[in-house]
Structure formats: C-alpha cells, structure tokens
C-alpha cells in the first residue's frame, strides 16, 4: 500500500524530499534570431516560434543559422 505525504509530512517524518526541478532558460545571443528545425528543416525567427513548434511537434533540436 502506497502512503501519499505531502512535503511538510515527509519532512516532519526525517524522510529526504527532493527539490522541485527549478524552469531553465534560455539566453540568446545578441544580433538577429534565426534558428532551424533539425527534425524538418522550419527555420525561426523568434523564440516564441520556436517555442510554439517544439510545443506542437516535439522536436527538441535547433541549429543556429549564420548568415
């Protein structure tokens, strides 16, 4: 049987309560946005766009395009 605690409970117990994955971001580089897909070859010029493309597709790869 599985015992469901919350963080506190488990804490007040001596038990170890890993710590909560913190969001990372991202740092672009100064100049123009221009990234492609490496999965389909879109290319980007926003991170937004980029963001809502991994969001659909789950393609998780960009490069940078050097012009």
């Known amino acids: 049987m599985t015992a469901h605690l919350t963080e506190a409970e488990a804490r007040a117990l001596g038990l170890d309560v890993p710590k909560k994955k913190t969001r990372t971001t991202r740092k672009t580089g ?3 946005y221009h990234t492609r ?13 980029e963001d809502r493309h991994l969001a659909e597709t789950h393609h998780s790869r960009y490069e940078l395009v050097l012009t």
């Open 37 to 49: 897909c490496t999965a389909c070859s879109s290319e980007f010029t926003t991170a937004a766009s």
């Open 30 to 32: 100064a100049g123009p």
